[in-house]
């Protein structure tokens, strides 16, 4: 897993509440969970920034995710806020690089993940060079 020093060219926060379907026997979220706190922070982050999954999908392409690591810290319970903070990493080959890191109430780090997204054709053939449109948001946000 990269670290969280990692340089992000673009940052989205968005907070969540635990629900009650997502805890365990002993009131903690399953470690599953996390997973979905990870995409609702990567909608977010598509939402705010244009490049969501309707605009990959739209462009011709899937961005499925091929790797995920999650480092679980400390714990959080039934009715707890969380904040997931999606970082954005800059890279030239032709994937999708978030970290994150999500925050407790107390703004204390309860986990570090990565995930890595590539982009398949509607074949779903893997493509190795960078799509036109994804090209076009990274010049966007001066990413490149």
Known sequence: MKKKTANPALIHRTSCKIRFSEVDSMNVAWH???VKYLEDGREAFGIRYGIGYLDSYRAGYKTP???LQIAYKKPVTFGET???ETRYIPTEAAKILFDYIIYNEQ???IIIASTIQ???DETN???LQNPD???A???KWGIR
């Open 32 to 34: 599953g969970s996390y």
């Open 65 to 67: 995710i091929v790797d």
């Open 82 to 84: 969380i904040t997931v």
């Open 107 to 109: 703004g204390e780090e």
């Open 118 to 120: 590539v982009f398949l």
């Open 125 to 127: 053939r893997l493509v």
């Open 133 to 135: 449109f994804y090209l």
């Open 137 to 139: 948001w990274q010049k």
